[in-house]
């Protein structure tokens, strides 16, 4: 089986400061990888050198396209990536403000990734957004609606549906349950375990929640000061961590 | 003419390096140049960005029309006239077919242009993506990929809100397959004429942004395959002259409201009164006169 | 099925001046499909320890544990997952799911995870939970709100939804009562009748007689503390 994104050696410096280094893994299809650490510890500067948003200063990242087989997106066209990540990518942000344009209507912006490849059918594109606003159960009578006026909770799943609809096969999430109530965030999770079974999508999910990773995530990978100090199933790792770090990270976590 | 100024306003570096613009905006249809825009004797708004591209293409044997909202007697249009008159010492006139230079705003004459003829826009805000991306950095990176899914977004939002396509002016346009365009604030009702004869110049004088349509481009008016780009139109012919083909101001005749519709190109309304046609409101042309 | 051959496992505590705690020595067990093994020995002598082992729950320093044809011990992560949707399955104590998600799909989750249909899923969760007495208004409601006895059984009825061939039962009967006891361990029964090879744990010596063919006293791999 050919792994979808192969990462190898991945470092970024930003001037003399680490933001990750020698970052290698590989996921698989139908799998979905945990990120944890603290905050500064490089998990995000990792995520977004992955997807695509920060350049790696040294490094591949191999993703198995659709038409072409296994390619690096760090030195793949610009164009090549950017389609990337409007079709095969999407890109779940922690603040759905940056994941949404505020002033489109949820519709428009559930329909916005299927007019960027093309559709040109008001209808159809009209239906089908309004099909994948009912799976992330948003109600029909919401799709003229702006999201400035949804709910955090709401505006998160609008986020997803505006990135699942081109049918992506992998998805890159910032602390998706993050600033959300805890009633809300069980939901959401809930919605993405059923969405990444049924699709078959991979993901990888960038947080400091433990709990949100034991519930998510297959593997998990602990980040600390740039480096990836310990990778394993994601029970595994939290119930028997083998690094110092990690030890302290799980302990650490209060119990309710 | 005032012989303190160089021809036309503008010093002849200037001119030239308009030029360039112009030239390079020629070379591939729809995209904008940037381009050093002057300080000009009038302020933003007022067709700053048009007045310095028609200053760099005027020649002393030039006949300028102006035209504001397709009207030659209103204060803009009477200014730039006497502008250039004043500065340029050149022709001009009101009568579409004689003008080799027509600078307007917000209007294209609903006579046809002719090869030779030049006709300039006044534009306000160039980037056609702008209301609904920010970021200059970004709007250009996808005018250069061709990403311009968003564009059809604005038209979605319409089509959702209003049940058509509500963007009545200024409504985007894609040349020869390739570049998104904002047309200036025209009704959109003029968007079929931009397929035309004449070399077609915008200049953004606040936004410093030059793009031009040489003759006979390709203009496609964006649209939804289930909701084809309409042109729309008034309903009824022209109080003055009858005609039922052109764009339509309406125009309020008294406290009770009493409204008639008049066409807003007076030159055209003219040459058709006097070639004898008169509508519904309308005297014939020796009477108004008198 | 199951085969542990020499196994050792130790736990460094970093955060504990790097105290190294042995807890399992040269371990050795063997299940045959049909067969139920009974760990047995103190508390604290290591029968959860050794069973998290073979989960893959716990990594293992030394030795072998084939299940099937895999060596948890030296598996990549994917091949422990995939195992674990399919061959290998795991009723622990305790019951770790999704707030907010309804009894009835906790129970299927298992099934959907195996490309069982919606239908077929729900079908075989109804018969489960209804076998294991859990009042059906009580179906679509979270099972985090229910009683310890009700978790534990929501917990044992996902275990058997899917028909593992291999499969780890820690305290299956603890906290139940005589008629949802009787149920669990016919349950485990049927489990031996189609094959499946079983390690359980239960404190509960009748049961243990009942459906263990073995046992193994898991103190004898206990290291000596120094």
Not at chain 2, 58 to 85: H, M, Y
Not at chain 2, 103 to 131: C, N, S
Not at chain 2, 159 to 178: N, Q
Not at chain 3, 12 to 39: D, R, Y
Request: charged share 25%; net charge negative.
């Amino acid at each position: 089986m050919t792994p979808l994104l192969k990462v190898e050696n991945v470092s970024k410096y930003y001037g003399n400061r680490l933001g990750c280094r020698d970052v290698s893994f590989e996921l698989y299809p139908g799998e979905v990888l945990g990120i944890v650490g603290e905050s500064g510890s490089g998990k995000s500067t990792l995520l977004n050198c992955l997807a695509g948003h920060l350049e790696p200063d040294t490094g591949e990242v191999v993703f198995d396209t659709r038409a072409n087989g296994p390619k690096d997106t760090v030195t793949m066209s610009e164009p090549e990536r950017r389609m990337l990540s409007r079709t095969d990518w999407a890109f779940v942000h922690q603040n759905p403000r940056d994941g949404l344009r505020m002033s489109v209507s949820a519709g428009g912006n559930v329909g916005e990734r299927l007019m960027a490849v093309g559709a040109r059918h008001y209808g159809n594109i009209r239906s089908t957004a309004i099909d994948w606003l009912d799976k992330v159960e948003i109600n029909e009578d919401r799709t003229d609606d702006r999201p400035s006026e949804f709910s955090g909770g709401m505006q998160q799943r609008l986020q997803i549906a505006r990135n699942l609809v081109t049918g992506p096969r992998l998805i890159f999430m910032d602390e998706p349950t993050g600033g959300l109530d805890v009633s809300v965030q069980a939901r959401l999770l809930d919605l993405l375990r059923g969405l990444v079974r049924e699709l078959g999508l991979s993901a990888i999910v960038v947080t400091h929640d433990l709990a949100v990773v034991r519930l998510l995530a297959d593997r998990l990978m602990v980040m600390k000061d740039g480096h990836v100090i310990e990778t394993g199933l994601t029970d595994q790792v939290l119930d028997d961590p083998q690094h110092g770090y990690t030890q302290l990270l799980v302990s650490s976590v209060l119990q309710v | 003419m005032n012989t303190e100024y160089n021809f036309a306003y503008l010093d002849e570096q200037t001119k030239r390096m308009i030029r360039r613009a112009l030239l390079k905006g020629v070379a591939i249809p729809g995209y904008q140049v940037p381009f050093a825009s002057r300080e000009m004797p009038m302020p933003y708004g007022w067709g700053t960005g048009g007045v310095q591209v028609t200053a760099a293409c005027l020649v002393p044997d030039d006949i300028l029309k102006v035209i504001d909202q397709g009207a030659d007697d209103t204060t803009n249009a009477v200014s730039i006239r006497k502008f250039f008159e004043k500065t340029g010492g050149v022709k001009v006139t009101e009568e579409t077919a004689k003008a080799t230079v027509i600078q307007t705003r917000h209007r294209i004459p609903e006579a046809a242009l002719t090869e030779g003829q030049i006709l300039v826009y006044q534009v306000p805000i160039p980037e056609p993506l702008r209301f609904l991306e920010p970021s200059e950095v970004e709007t250009r990176k996808m005018h250069a990929l061709e990403e311009y899914g968003l564009m059809h977004v604005k038209l979605y939002e319409d089509i959702a809100r209003h049940g058509h396509i509500a963007t009545s002016y200024a409504y985007p346009v894609k040349i020869e397959g390739r570049y998104v365009m904002d047309p200036s604030p025209i009704p959109k009702f003029d968007n079929p004429k931009m397929e035309m004869a004449a070399l077609q110049l915008f200049g953004a004088g606040r936004e410093q942004r030059i793009y031009a349509l040489p003759p006979y481009t390709q203009v496609v008016s964006l649209d939804f395959e289930d909701y084809p780009f309409e042109k729309g139109g008034a309903q009824q012919a022209c109080g003055l002259c009858a005609a039922e083909d052109a764009y339509l101001d309406e125009v309020i005749m008294d406290d009770a409201g009493t409204r008639m519709f008049v066409c807003s190109d007076t030159d055209y309304c003219r040459v058709r009164r006097e070639a004898g046609h008169i509508g519904e409101m309308g005297v014939p042309l020796a009477e108004d006169a008198a | 099925m199951i085969n542990i051959k020499n196994v050792s496992k130790n736990f460094t505590l970093h955060n504990q001046n790097s105290v190294e705690i042995p807890v399992m020595e040269n371990a050795n067990l063997t299940v045959k499909p049909g067969e139920c093994v009974g760990l047995t020995g103190a508390s604290g002598a290591g029968k959860s320890t050794l069973m998290r082992m073979v989960y893959g729950n716990y990594l293992t320093q030394a030795g072998r544990i084939m299940v099937g044809d895999l060596d948890i011990v030296t598996a990549l992560p994917r091949q422990i997952l995939e195992l674990r949707r399919e061959t290998l399955g795991y009723v622990s104590q305790f019951l770790r799911v999704v707030p907010r998600v309804p009894t009835l799909d906790v129970v299927s989750e298992p099934m959907l995870a195996v490309g069982v249909s919606r239908d077929a899923a729900h079908e075989r969760a109804r018969e489960l939970l209804t076998k294991l007495r859990i009042p059906e208004r009580l179906w679509q409601l979270s099972p985090l709100t229910f009683s310890g006895g009700e978790q534990q059984r929501v917990n044992i009825a996902r275990g058997f939804a899917h028909e593992y061939p291999a499969m780890l039962l820690d305290e299956p009967t603890a906290s139940l009562d005589v008629a949802n006891r009787e149920t669990v361990l016919s349950l485990i029964e049927d489990a031996k009748a189609r094959g499946a090879a079983i390690i359980g744990i239960f404190h509960d010596e009748a049961a243990r007689a009942r459906v263990c063919d073995r046992e193994i006293d898991v103190s004898t791999y206990t290291p000596k503390v120094v």
